[in-house]
DNA sequence: TCTATCTTGTGACAAAATTCACATACTAAT
DNA sequence: ATTAGTATGTGAATTTTGTCACAAGATAGA
């Protein structure tokens, strides 16, 4: 760690497979650094950090570890400087473009959503099949009919597709905004979804978050 | 595995810790089993479930055997039945009665998701502070001041609370059915949540889950 | 009844994630 | 400068989670 080839910190790490677990506490971290940032806050400690997520200083440290070394000993971290590194890492740190599929409840929800432009993200569509929906804005964004839908997506050059419509119709339009070429994923809906590998899927399940609860009332 | 004392398959398994990953797996079965049952599909194997949930067999089956045998040898195991059981597991065979916090994009979303009702959950009340909301009705749920809250969590007897309110406003609040006794939170707001470890939080953070997309889209 | 064929349940193994603990390195203050 | 104090970065230990592989139990057909 003096002088070996891995404490080049501009290189993004794909020499290890970095667990997914770690680039959400990355998340976790930038969102935390911005606050911080936002109350003046110049440098902070992985124990403090850690505290204020309620975890272990020792994760914060290894998580970072991976990309390189960001700290000071006896010092901590700068606050503004590490919040940089991270948005470097996560490739927050430029334009991603998004694309909506279903304004129905949820989608007019997510729209509406405030963090959901927040800093790097930006809305450059919004899909529905109902004519009900289609022309109408929410929240600056105009719905479009699905009907060139791949075609779309690609021209937009959108880089993400949030999906909120029923499951019956999840996998076909998975199967269009693949076809379009599109690598990353986030699901509301609550069916599996069959896609290439390369293409990242995240799930968001509130059925399963909300009965998984349940099992924890037992007295 | 014969005639052992923890064969008692009618007792909850408190005997072991049983890690929460498995418990959110036993909810994702369930809803794959009550789907089996609609098609009519009587049995099932550890390996047909796990490809229809993309996964392994062998841990579809030790999920199953922190609780007991459910399964027949060389048959696999009976859709009906180990739905039963896995409610019954999950205590989703009785009435889980739902407070909803907030009623602005997110919690309107949510009080029109279908799935939200679905079976098991009741949405026996919705909160909110904004005079604008206070004395509507949505999807047959009429909102209430939050002027009294805590009493009528506990009049109301809710069992689990989702909290859906802006971040500055979540810790004051959680505090408050914290003191109405109340025993699962599920948290859509994205900031950390401070309360007694009996209590069980599940965070469901959008905004995380997106960013960490982000970092897959490197070519 | 016997046999061939399944599939379970689980002990043993492997992998992954987390935590510990400390040598090392920097700060800050005298 | 020197020193006392502090926090990093990381091997090693630990804990947790997932997978393998197979003996044992059950089915189904002859
Ligand atoms: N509402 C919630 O709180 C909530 C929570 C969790 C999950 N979900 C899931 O999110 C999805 C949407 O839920 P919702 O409540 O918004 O439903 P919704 O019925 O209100 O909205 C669905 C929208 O999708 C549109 N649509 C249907 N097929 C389409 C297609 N092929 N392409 C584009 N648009 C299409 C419909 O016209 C409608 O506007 C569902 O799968 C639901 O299970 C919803
Ligand atoms: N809208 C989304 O898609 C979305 C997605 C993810 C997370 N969230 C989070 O969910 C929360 C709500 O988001 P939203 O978009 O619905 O916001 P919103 O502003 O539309 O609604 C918030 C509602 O909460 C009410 N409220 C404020 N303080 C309250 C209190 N102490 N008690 C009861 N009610 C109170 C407000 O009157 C308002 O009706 C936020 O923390 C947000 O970050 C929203």
Known sequence: MTDSPKNDVSVAADEKKI?????????LYSRMLQELEHKNITKISSKELSDLLGMNPA?????????????VPGLGYYVSELKAQIKRIL???????VALIGVGHLGQALLAYGGFLRQSFRVVAAFDTSPDKIGRTFNGVKVMS??????????????IVVLAIPAE????????VVRAGIRAILNFVPARIVCPEAIKVHYVDLGIE???LSYYLKD
């Open 19 to 27: 667990p997914k677990a770690v680039i959400k506490r990355l998340s």
């Open 91 to 97: 490739r927050t740190d430029r334009e991603i473009r």
């Open 210 to 212: 909300l009965e998984s």
């Open 146 to 159: 699905t009907e060139h839908l791949e075609d779309q997506i690609r021209t937009l050059g959108a880089d």
């Open 59 to 71: 994760k914060v440290r290894k998580d970072l570890a991976y990309f390189g070394q960001f700290g």
């Open 169 to 176: 119709n999840a996998q076909a339009t998975v199967d269009q």
